[in-house]
């Protein structure tokens, strides 16, 4: 059975980069393309915050705190999605799962994490 790729975490200093990849299979992209895909992160002790949506027809909701600063994007093609971080603070520190949903699609949605996801740590 395919297994979920996720890639692109790391440890950087504040004001850095870092773009997240996840490379899906095809029927559960297939799947979730139909309804909604996103990314979550949880840091230790932390609940899980929605952080990024991508709906359908390609309706993009942020959560509030990342607004400007990152960029969802996906590639039909290559059954992937990407999370693009710019300008990261520390509290964007934690663990990112790139994660589907069906329903009403923004970064608050019932996510179901796809893979064991990709540590972001961001240094002051």
């Known amino acids: 059975q395919a297994q979920v790729e996720e890639s692109g975490g790391g440890s950087v200093q504040a004001g850095g980069s870092l773009r997240l990849s996840c490379v899906v299979p095809?029927?559960?992209?297939?799947?979730?393309?139909?309804?909604?895909m996103g990314w979550f992160r949880q840091a230790p002790g932390q609940e899980r915050q929605g952080v990024a949506a991508?709906?359908?027809?390609?309706?993009?909701r942020y959560t509030t705190s990342v607004k400007g600063r990152f960029t969802i994007s996906r590639d039909n093609i290559e059954n992937t999605l990407y999370l693009q971080l710019n300008f990261l603070k520390p509290d964007d520190t934690g663990t990112y799962f790139c994660?589907?949903?069906?329903?009403?699609?923004?970064?608050?949605?019932?996510?179901?994490?796809w893979g064991q996801g990709t540590q972001v740590t961001v240094s002051a």
């Open positions: 994660a589907g949903a069906v329903g009403y699609c923004d970064p608050q949605a019932d996510f179901d994490a």
């Open positions: 095809a029927d559960t992209y297939a799947t979730y393309s139909r309804h909604c």
């Open positions: 991508i709906g359908r027809d390609g309706t993009i």
